[in-house]
């Protein structure tokens, strides 16, 4: 049963934007440990693909976030929710701590789509409830 859809579309421009003002900072705020390891190796191969990827993670959790129903309102944060990329190269949501224990208590499952094109980066989130 569907729990909730979210989507979000970024303006790739403004988020190359936060990062020429606030570098790491925005980075920091923005993105997990996991993904700021993986935004510096794009970053120093090629930095609009740094760029790229916070804007498609912000897109992500927004998105994410509008499929919860939550916003950005406890337990959801930046920093419980991480975008990864399964094998397959399909990107995929984890959460931590209290978003988590959250998300799991009511027996929910999350399906991410990202897409980025020229200027901008969208995100479409499903999530569905598993349990009873």
Do not use: N
Request: proline share 4%.
């Amino acid at each position: 049963m569907i729990y909730g859809i979210g989507t979000d579309i970024c303006d790739i421009r403004r988020i190359r934007d936060s990062l020429e003002r606030h570098g790491e900072r925005f980075a920091a705020k923005v993105l997990t440990p996991a993904e700021q390891a993986v935004w510096h190796e794009r970053s120093a191969r090629a930095p609009e693909r740094g760029v790229r990827f916070v804007a498609t993670r912000f897109s992500a959790k927004e998105a994410f976030s509008k499929a919860i129903g939550l916003g950005m309102v406890l337990p959801m944060a930046w920093h419980l929710c991480e975008v990864s990329t399964q094998g397959s190269g399909q990107p995929a949501i984890a959460l931590h701590g209290a978003l988590k224990e959250w998300f799991d208590t009511r027996g929910l499952r999350a399906h991410l789509s990202l897409s980025d094109e020229s200027d901008y980066a969208a995100s479409f989130c499903l999530v569905e409830k598993i349990g009873p």
